[in-house]
């Protein structure tokens, strides 16, 4: 065997032997610098340097160079798959490697090419791996917290040990299809400044957008300042970069970017887990809606239980307040009258409430909504006797835009208004001929149409009418259409007047003392034996509401807790009048004299601070007021000094 085959079957041992020996670590700089010992007998030489193939065109053949006083051989290196690289033997002495040096270098690179190959090729695993094992981790830190902010900084130091980076960013997709300012930012930046630019303002936009990985190996030769967003990366100093697109399904929701100042600091390795590194931020991102969108669902139907266990309360308070349980109802007549209108409230069928003014016709026809199917609808009540004639109309159906003067919006009329609940129409024996008319097409054919329109309507009411006056006689004098009146009063119910319920008026007066007496502040008043009796014998023209007023005046009127009947204010037995001489009176007083409400207030306050000497606290006292109270009525009454 000839001495160089010799020397190079020596020198491929020796590689092979350092080969096995970096398994664990291999290392191809390591390598080449442990190897020159063995290289020494073959081509004397005073340093080895490995340079890795780059995307440049690498020489195929050896080539000697005179650098200064050093010579250096380069020998190009190939594996089995291709170019990896160049080795260069220095030698500090010119002309050290001549000619004659070549065929033994080809040799060389023809037994060095496989193994240093080979060592690349365990190191780029050995790299992938601990990569993987990164992104492992990558999972397990996302995993940890449904909110990113607050585990991104923890994510880019872990990142770091296999990533070096200066600056580690997500920039979102805004709902303008911009890419958003960002609080994700790992890096020496203070923080994202950056203009909101679009895909379309880098220069590797649409790569993006095709959800590829872009890497740039050199920023200042492969970005276009012609960009705005290319501009502004190179004005920061930025030269390597990774930019990996956020894909949510088939969108794109933002980027996730590493940068670096220097160029060639990433490689495909690097790309590859950048792009892991993302598929991660995007799951972690996905959370983070979803649990930010379950946080807004769980908040939205926390306040619908609220609302809707508010509704209940307030339904039940309304049923409680205005249901058939909460009437009095010991007389037998009117008994006899609540149980007709419990019999027909559950039906949708039209009722006519007849009986005198103040005997309860709307405090009825609320029970009877409440205790219907028609219950979470609507309760609208209208007193036809209130209404301007001119405006009977509109306020029922409603008007159009420009139907009449003064018209300059769509108005909608109570037949709207009370959709899937009751209309309450009360007097009803004081509509015009022409509102009748219309009336009765509305319970005929349930349409209707606004003041100035063509569109047919849909009523959708349950129709309660009531009236104080004699219907029957106004249809037999022709002054009230009788086809109306038969469709009015297909379940008739009349409400006895309160002299006819013997039985409730002390109920009645003592419920209405509780409620009114809570309301000013008179808790413990009540009405003394000849009050009451009074109460049994007057005549109660004005019925219930007559009732309930004349226990508001006693409220005010009396100067202890005990109302006597002349606090009452009924027939014979005036209020008297504080602070006045009583003046006898004459025959012809028989006729009872009711003042005012206020005015019997004004001069219950007058005469408090008569008793009280002018001292307004004492006279709050006697009044059963707070100071406040006393001191709002002072005002009203111009009584301030």
Not at 2 to 14: E, I, M, Y
Not at 321 to 343: K, M, P, T, Y
């Amino acid at each position: 065997m000839l001495r160089a085959d010799l020397d190079l079957t020596t020198l491929h041992a020796a590689a092979v032997d350092l080969a096995r020996s970096m398994r664990g670590e291999p290392d191809v700089l390591r390598f080449v610098e442990r190897l020159s010992p063995h290289l020494q007998a073959m081509i004397p030489h005073d340093g080895l340097l490995f340079i890795p193939a780059d995307n440049t065109q690498s020489p195929t053949v050896p080539d000697v160079q005179q650098v200064g006083l050093m010579s250096r051989l380069t020998l190009p290196l190939r594996g089995i798959v291709g170019p990896i690289g160049r080795l260069a033997i220095a030698k500090l002495a010119p002309d050290a490697h001549m000619e004659a040096h070549l065929p033994a270098g080809r040799r060389v690179a023809e037994v060095l090419g496989p193994v240093v190959e080979h060592i690349i090729l365990l190191q780029k695993e050995r790299d992938r791996s601990r990569r993987m094992a990164a992104l492992s981790e990558v999972s397990r830190i996302v995993a940890a917290s449904l909110d990113v902010g607050n585990i991104f900084e923890q994510l880019g130091r872990m990142v770091r040990g296999v990533l070096d980076f200066d600056l580690m960013i997500v920039h979102p997709v805004g709902p303008h299809g911009t890419l958003e300012r960002s609080t994700l930012l790992v890096g020496d930046a203070p923080a994202d400044t950056q203009p909101e630019y679009r895909f379309e303002d880098y220069s590797f936009g649409a790569r993006l957008i095709a959800k590829e990985v872009v890497r740039l190996g050199d920023g200042d030769r492969e970005l276009d300042p012609s960009f705005p967003g290319d501009r502004t990366a190179l004005e920061r100093g930025m030269r390597s970069l990774i930019v990996a697109p956020l894909v949510f399904g088939a969108t794109i929701g933002g980027v996730l970017a590493f940068a670096k100042r220097e160029p060639d600091c990433f490689d495909e390795g690097d790309t590859e887990l950048v792009s892991g590194i993302a598929s991660h931020v995007v799951v972690a991102l996905h959370h983070q809606r979803l649990a930010e969108e379950q946080k807004r669902l769980a908040a939205a139907e926390e306040c619908n239980r609220g609302l809707e266990h508010r509704v209940e309360r307030l339904r039940g308070a309304l049923v409680e307040r205005h249901g058939f349980h909460s009437i009095v109802d010991r007389a037998a007549a009117f008994r006899e009258a609540l149980d007709q209108a419990a019999l027909v409230a559950a039906q949708d069928t039209t009722v006519l409430l007849t009986g005198e003014s103040g005997t309860g016709k709307e405090l009825v026809a609320r029970a009877v909504h409440y205790a219907s199917r028609r219950a979470e609808g609507p309760f609208v009540a209208v007193n036809c006797a209130a209404l301007p004639e001119t405006l009977v109309e509109s306020e029922l159906f409603g008007h159009e835009r420009g139907a009449f003067t003064g018209a300059d919006r769509l108005k909608r009329g109570r037949f709207e208004l009370g959709a899937g609940g009751t209309l309450f129409l009360d007097e009803i024996g004081d509509l015009t001929p022409s509102v009748q008319g219309k009336l009765l097409r509305v319970l005929q054919e349930r349409q209707f149409e606004r003041v100035g329109g063509t569109t047919s309507l849909q009523a959708d009411v349950r129709l309660i009418t009531a009236t104080n006056r004699d219907l029957e006689h106004l249809v037999a004098a022709g002054t009230f259409p009788a086809d109306l009146y038969y469709r009015l009063a297909v379940f008739g119910i009349h409400l006895p007047a309160l002299r006819e319920r013997e039985g409730d008026i002390l109920v009645l007066a003592e419920h209405f003392l509780q409620t009114l007496g809570e309301r000013m502040g008179r808790r413990l008043s009540r009405l003394s034996d000849q009050a009451r009796q009074l109460l049994l014998t007057h005549t109660w023209p004005g019925n219930i509401r007559e009732l309930q007023n004349a226990i508001e005046r006693a409220l005010i009127a009396a100067d202890g807790h005990v109302i006597s009947p002349a606090h009452l204010g009924l027939g014979g037995h005036g209020v008297l009048t504080a602070g006045l001489p009583s003046a006898p009176q004459s025959a012809s007083a028989s006729v009872p004299t009711i003042q005012p409400l206020a005015e019997v207030e004004k001069q219950a306050v007058v005469d408090a601070l008569r008793r009280a000497k002018g001292n307004k606290a004492r006279a709050a006292a006697l009044l059963g007021l707070s100071r406040g109270a006393f001191y709002r009525r002072l005002e009203r009454f111009r009584l301030l000094a």
